[in-house]
């Protein structure tokens, strides 16, 4: 090879490599139809905190960068930590906004991740990002060339989002019913589009795509029915990544002492029962001599807890009561003469039912640490929570299987 070969090569070279140096760190494409009605502005926010992540109003806007005609846009540096320049990758969140929102740049909307406006994406220093989506489908259309393996992950958890979401919606379509009893039916489907992203949290090994995933289940950040999960993830990133921010913050919310009693844990035994004859009764009592005992938890004006009254518990304490199987009825009410009403009318007083009669300041509650009925605990004849809150179907299956 002769030296005027060499001289073109070594050229095209330095230019290859002056054109990597100069891409900026984060660019790409964003469609905007003829009728948009999406501002020409991609926004950059931080969302400061763990519980930040996908909250609408809650992130900083670092950063602005205008869409040109050719849906291209640019932002020409990232920004430092308030602590300074870090190696270790950061979460941010890319996000659009509609026309008139002038001043709403950290609007985010998780109604329905097909129109959601925002994506997080995981940057680290040196590194050049390109992406491209489409406006009306922002986080549905949102890809990344070449992505890390935090990327990608966070591209996997939104695939695996969207799928668990759009059969959330067929399954709501195919059970019209509106009425208050078809609750439950309605809780058990979202607590399967729920399990869809808890999985992805429980299978991936990268940290911020998992923190997201942890947010994504509850953006509201309400873990009552779930606590075993918001636990479990908090005790392995703890172990993992103990000086973390997020983690640390995660940890707090999956502090065990503030969340409802765990399965696997035991109840308070010794706790004392107003009962319906006007004795009072501690529940080691209702225990003593059952193979299995369901502590329900319940109201004379909760629609799913008096079809499940019907429906579910009577069978269920028909066929297996004289195989050691007990429910204790717990009623969340104030007035005794309604409670006992309800119970008369339901059929349920052949097991015994407890009330403090206190209404919503219900001191059991308090005691296990709950908010929200329809709720249960299955227990053993030591207290220890064999299973809790399973409903309908689900609940006869299960405690068929522990009895047959």
């Known amino acids: 090879m002769t030296i005027k070969s060499i001289?073109?090569?070594l050229f095209l070279l330095f230019a290859f490599l002056t054109a990597c140096s100069e891409r900026p760190p984060l660019s790409g494409t964003v469609s905007m139809e003829a009728s948009s009605d999406w501002k020409p502005v991609v926004y950059l926010l931080d969302p400061k905190t763990w519980g930040g992540i996908g909250g609408s109003f809650v992130g900083t806007a670092l950063d602005s960068a205008t869409i040109q005609a050719d849906g291209s846009f640019a932002f020409a540096k990232m920004p430092a930590r308030p602590s300074g320049d870090s190696p270790a990758p950061r979460l941010f969140e890319?996000?659009?906004?509609?026309?008139g929102s002038e001043f709403l740049a950290n609007r985010l909307d998780n109604d329905d991740p097909g129109t959601s406006n925002y994506f997080p994406i995981v940057y680290k220093n040196g590194e050049a990002i390109s992406i491209k989506a489409e406006a009306s489908h922002f986080q549905r259309s949102f890809s990344v060339e070449n992505p890390s393996p935090d990327n990608a992950a966070m591209l996997?958890?939104?695939?695996?989002r969207q799928s668990a979401f759009d059969q959330l919606l067929a399954a709501k379509k195919d059970g019209e019913a509106h009425d208050e009893s078809a609750l439950l039916d309605e809780e058990a489907v979202v607590l399967s589009y729920k399990r869809a992203i808890m999985q992805f949290a429980e299978q991936t090994q990268q940290l911020l795509p998992a923190l997201t995933a942890i947010r994504w289940v509850s953006v509201e950040g309400d873990y009552e029915r779930i606590p075993e999960f918001i636990v479990e993830q908090a005790e392995r990133w703890k172990a993992k990544a103990p000086n973390h921010p997020w983690v640390q913050q995660l940890a707090a919310k999956g502090d065990r002492k503030a969340?409802?009693?765990l399965v696997g844990d035991q109840i308070p035994m010794d706790y004392p029962l107003p009962m319906l004859p006007g004795d009072t009764v501690v529940l080691k009592d209702l225990l003593k001599g059952k193979k299995l005992v369901l502590l329900d938890l319940w109201a004379s004006w909760c629609a799913p807890c008096r079809r499940e009254n019907r429906t579910t518990l009577v069978p269920l304490w028909d066929k297996y009561n004289g195989?050691?199987?007990?429910?204790?009825?717990?009623a969340l009410d104030a007035s005794r003469g309604t409670w006992a009403s309800a119970i008369e009318k339901d059929g349920v007083g052949r097991w015994p039912h407890a009330s403090h009669l206190q209404g919503d300041e219900s001191p059991l509650?308090?005691?296990?640490?709950i908010t929200s009925i329809p709720a249960n605990f299955l227990l053993d004849e030591n207290?220890?929570?064999?299973?809790?809150?399973l409903h309908g179907e689900e609940l006869a299956k299960w405690v068929g299987e522990y009895f047959e």
Do not use: H, S, T, W
Request: hydrophobic share 50%; glycine share 8%; no cysteine.
């Open 7 to 9: 001289f073109p090569m």
């Open 94 to 99: 890319l996000a659009i906004q509609r026309k």
């Open 156 to 160: 996997q958890l939104r695939d695996a």
């Open 259 to 261: 969340l409802p009693v």
């Open 323 to 330: 195989k050691g199987f007990q429910i204790v009825g717990y």
């Open 365 to 369: 509650f308090e005691a296990l640490r």
């Open 383 to 389: 207290g220890k929570v064999l299973a809790k809150n």
